[in-house]
């Protein structure tokens, strides 16, 4: 009786100790299908450190670019840490990401907390000056906001261009996650009550967002996919709190993640800084119709 | 007969009970409870139901921040005009010049030391919460103070500093409104708001309602529809009302019954309603909301702001000005730590300036945090036994 006490209590250490990468391993990898038509991208968040672990992420996007040669980047925000001078657009920046900006990928950009206003005019952030703005990209309209404030011109701004979008996909970043179960800053509850409403009346297929300094997918909240990819280059290690909405997370190493939306899908992968793979899987659309009854 | 007999203690424990929920209520409205115990409830409500609560808070912004703070700001200008009317106690502006400039040191310093912690943690994000952190909450100040030093000079040095200071406040924030659209046409609305204002002044209107239902509706309308703050529509409303002047003894209740006082006594206690609601809506933060902002507004609030008021003295005594009798160096670091809290007016600042948001979050946090001042003043009292510490 006590030998299979022990076995049980060592068989259920055993498999506390797996650490998320791990847990996540066990899941099936679903590959990028890098079909020729689809659209293909990444995203990366809080990376502007300049340091070391930005440049492994950089390499390694790099590198991913080789077998899924995606054109743009999301960039969640906190895109530069500490000090703003020209100078550090090189070293926070340019260098790090030399490859991809050679090889012409454009970059997408968001303003986090720990970024000047006026980076909004630097033109290899694609903001056209703005603090939030729309594009599209083939099938899908992309909403970017700056929730550092969220001013109520741009609310208004934001239910307009809802309201007159109508692409076949619908996605929103922004640095501050409105679900998150990341221990330092988790959901941002205020922000959410003014943007789910919006997101859920105008189908709002995925949200990315940053801040928290791990990887994260929530199970959908009312039909939406709620990502957060703040390890670009910072990483607040162990961080995640995983809770009842956690779908996924990698709070172990810095990441970045591939995405392809094909149709009516939407294929990701959370990769690490090490190049492995730690979350994957396929997002169907849904009509908006439909959310509301989930 | 006999059911009289019945219910007379019923009647008697309900008249108790009547007159310790008045009593609770008074104790509410003169010790200036109402927003601190809004922003209790929130602060609790926010960290336990966040999504009901911001719900609820969301729901409720406008018509308090917008309207109802309008009766507040009204409240704050009418006690400031009749102190500083012929026979106020502020009508000599050679008693304004050591506090005017207290204060000027007050908001350099609190600015100064908020911008610096700002841009050594490179948040410029956060640049324009800076007057956030020079507000001085007057109530606060006036209480602890009248608390530990009662007869030193501080009391009426601390207010004035304390009104110039959020005066300088309320001009910098009134045009930075956050609104949707402008809708111009305003100033005409402005016009005819301020004309049937001074038509009632003529006619020797004395009822307050009138001038506030009336004129004030039309202000709240020309602000709104320019952009500025809404909450600023009795400013201008304020010089037509009847006024009498009045000692320094502000937010307290004034003793005569005329018209006029009987009218203050019923604003204020409708402000506190506001104020207590204004709490209850804007002080709900998640506590884990804390980041730079929120030790920048301390830091400037805490430390920047006495640290400028006691320098700006300290320069105005070498160029030959002279303390308020009664006030010794020793008194002056626990007035000027006295009103180092911000709370109500920092609350109120940071609703002016920032939109729904983690900016918002931190600084609220900060803002309500700065109430630690008067604990800081309490105990520098103790340590340097003066006023009611003294042996």
């Not at chain 1, 926070?92 to 970059?107: D, I, M, N, S």
């Not at chain 1, 640095?175 to 009346?201: A, N, Q, T």
């Not at chain 2, 999504?51 to 729901?59: C, D």
């Not at chain 2, 400037?300 to 105005?316: N, Q, S």
Request: charged share 15%.
């Amino acid at each position: 009786m006590r030998r299979v006490a022990l076995v049980l209590l060592t068989a259920w250490l055993a498999t506390a100790r797996l650490t998320p990468a791990e847990q996540n391993a066990a899941r099936a990898v679903e590959p990028l299908p890098t079909r020729p038509d689809s659209l293909k991208f990444a995203v990366l968040g809080d990376n502007g450190t300049g340091e070391k672990p930005e440049y492994d992420v950089g390499q390694q996007m790099a590198a991913a670019r080789r077998t899924f040669p995606f054109d743009m980047v999301l960039m969640l925000g906190d895109n530069m840490y500490g000090r703003q001078d020209p100078q550090d657009f090189v070293t926070k920046f340019e260098r790090p990401y030399a490859a991809l900006l050679q090889a012409g990928v454009l970059f997408y950009a968001t303003l986090g907390n720990h970024d000047d206003q006026n980076n909004r005019f630097y033109k290899a952030f694609n903001m056209g000056g703005e603090r939030y703005f729309t594009f599209v990209k083939k099938n899908v309209r992309f909403f970017v906001l700056d929730t550092n404030q969220l001013d109520p011109k741009q609310q208004a701004w934001f239910d307009e261009a809802l309201q007159r979008s109508d692409d076949q996909w619908r996605i929103c970043f922004f640095h501050h996650p409105i679900y998150s179960d990341g221990g330092r800053h988790g959901s941002d509850v205020s922000l959410r009550v003014i943007l789910e409403p919006l997101f859920v009346k105008y189908g709002i297929d995925v949200v990315f967002s940053g801040h928290d300094h791990v990887y994260e997918r929530l199970k959908p909240q009312k039909g939406i996919t709620y990502f957060v990819s703040g390890s670009g280059g910072q990483l607040r290690r162990g961080d995640v709190r995983p809770s009842g909405l956690t779908a996924a997370y990698f709070d172990q190493d810095q990441s970045f993640m591939l995405v392809e939306v094909a149709g009516d899908e939407m294929f990701f992968e959370a990769v690490s800084r090490s190049g492995a793979t730690v979350d994957s899987g396929v997002i169907h659309r849904e009509p908006v119709g439909s959310r509301n009854s989930r | 007969m006999k059911s009289d007999a019945l219910a007379t203690p019923h009647v008697a424990v309900h008249r108790r009970r009547r007159g310790a929920a008045a009593r609770l209520f008074d104790i509410f409205v003169r010790r200036y409870l109402a927003l601190p115990t809004g922003v209790a409830i929130a602060l609790v409500w926010a960290n336990v139901a966040p999504e009901r609560y911001f719900v609820f808070a969301h729901s409720l912004a406008f018509p308090v921040n917008e309207i109802g703070m309008a009766f507040f700001v009204g409240l704050i200008v009418q006690e400031i005009a009749e102190a500083v009317m012929p026979g106020g106690a502020l009508h000599s502006w050679r008693r304004w010049s050591l506090p005017l400039l207290a204060a000027a040191g007050g908001i350099a310093g609190s600015a100064g030391f908020y911008l610096a912690y700002v841009h050594g943690r490179y948040e410029s994000v956060l640049e324009a919460g800076w007057p956030i952190a020079c507000a001085i909450d007057i109530a606060a100040a006036y209480y602890v103070l009248k608390t530990i030093l009662p007869r030193s000079g501080a009391l009426p040095f601390v207010l004035l500093l304390a009104i110039a200071t959020d005066l300088f406040g309320m001009l910098i924030i009134a045009p930075q409104y956050q609104t949707a659209t402008v809708h111009g046409g305003g100033l005409g609305v402005m016009l005819v708001a301020l004309g049937i204002a001074g038509a009632m002044r003529a006619l020797r209107v004395r009822a307050f309602w009138p001038y506030l239902a009336i004129c004030g509706t039309l202000s709240w309308i020309a602000l709104y529809r320019e952009g500025l703050h809404p909450a600023f529509a009795l400013v201008p409303i304020v010089p037509f009302l009847p006024h009498e002047p009045r000692r320094l003894d502000l937010l307290a209740d004034p003793p005569d019954d005329d018209a006029v006082h009987h009218f203050e006594h019923e604003w204020n206690t409708l402000v506190q309603g506001i104020l207590f609601l204004f709490g209850l809506v804007n002080g709900g933060v998640l506590l884990r909301g804390y980041d730079t902002g929120t030790w920048a507004l301390l830091l400037g609030a805490l430390v920047g702001r006495p640290i400028g008021i006691l320098t700006a003295v300290r320069a105005a005594v070498a160029a030959g000005w002279h303390l308020p009798r009664g006030l010794g160096w020793r008194q002056l670091v626990v007035a000027a730590l006295a009103s180092s809290s911000g709370f109500t007016f920092a609350l109120f600042f940071a609703t002016g300036i920032l939109s729904t948001g983690p900016l918002l979050a931190q600084l609220t946090i900060g803002a309500v945090g700065t109430a630690a001042g008067s604990l800081l003043a309490i105990g520098a009292a103790r340590l340097f036994r003066v006023g009611r510490f003294a042996r």
